[in-house]
């Protein structure tokens, strides 16, 4: 939380078993994680997923804040930014870098024989996988198509919820070649569903979009790998707090998104993924 700078006054986190965020005004933002004892990285990812959401909704500017406007204007854009300082930030090598001395720290002797990039080469490991939240950058897509397929049959009337489990495990091995072992690992991981949130999904995969366009604009402006590299994540954040986070609810989101980056482009994403992981 203080790497990427979250105010520690305004924002807390706690402990739940799905992460998520929620906010009461921008003077009141509050944060959950998961700790699992075996998978250390993963909470350190959520607090960085969800301190994503937090910081979007700290910058709303001050005049707007106790308003109906000050909040986030849609799930793409706020995804976009938690999706950005998890995946495009945290998992750079860069970010790696400059916070593998206190994970190093923290859990020796686990990691004396690792170094900075060997960290970094097991965060960006690509697989395929059973849970969404712990999917890497490239399969995690397939795991919103999987789900947006399913939301359409059903709204359509073609799938009842009954049907639900074995076509998620058929379009599990269909997508991502695995056999989905309990429905807690499969169609029950997620809240959304149960809490109506049908439709939700797919702002995930345009928020992915979205931020490789928001880092594609960013590097014209100035090197964000050195600002990464030096801990001036303040940097990052003032370029979206300007663009983005002060305006809450105030600008149409496709047409805030496009007054940075121009259309929205998947070649753009494509590209970042490729030159990251090839």
Not at 35 to 47: G, K, Q, R
Not at 93 to 110: D, H, R, T, W, Y
């Amino acid at each position: 939380m203080n790497v990427i700078g979250l105010d520690r006054e305004r924002c807390i986190l706690g402990e739940t078993e799905h992460p998520y965020t929620t906010d009461f005004s921008k003077y009141d933002v509050r944060i959950t994680t998961h700790y699992y004892e075996t998978m250390p990285a993963a909470s350190m990812y959520s607090v960085i997923h969800e301190g994503g959401h937090a910081l979007y909704e700290l910058g709303v500017a001050d005049d707007i804040a106790l308003s109906m406007l000050g909040s986030g204007v849609s799930m793409a854009i706020h995804e976009s930014q938690s999706r950005f300082y998890e995946n495009i930030i945290g998992r750079s090598e860069a970010f790696c870098a400059l916070v593998f001395p206190k994970i190093k720290e923290i859990f020796s002797p686990l990691l004396d024989g690792v170094d900075a990039h060997g960290f970094w080469r097991m965060v960006t490991k690509v697989e395929p996988s059973l849970v969404r939240t712990e999917a890497d950058e490239v399969t995690y897509c397939l795991h919103i198509m999987i789900r947006y397929e399913l939301e359409k049959r059903m709204l359509s009337g073609e799938l009842k919820a009954g049907d639900l489990p074995g076509e998620w495990n058929r379009l599990y091995k269909e997508y991502l070649g695995i056999d989905v072992p309990t429905d807690r690992e499969g169609v029950l991981q997620d809240v959304h569903w149960s809490e109506g949130l049908i439709g939700y999904f797919p702002s995930y995969a345009i928020g992915s979009a979205y931020g490789a366009q928001y880092l594609k604009e960013m590097q014209k402006e100035f090197d964000v790998w050195e600002a990464v590299r030096t801990g001036n994540i303040g940097k990052i954040s003032a370029w979206l707090e300007n663009r983005i986070w002060r305006h809450g609810r105030m600008i149409d989101p496709c047409e805030l998104f496009e007054s940075i980056c121009g259309p929205l482009d998947a070649n753009v994403f494509a590209d970042y993924l490729e030159n990251k992981y090839n």
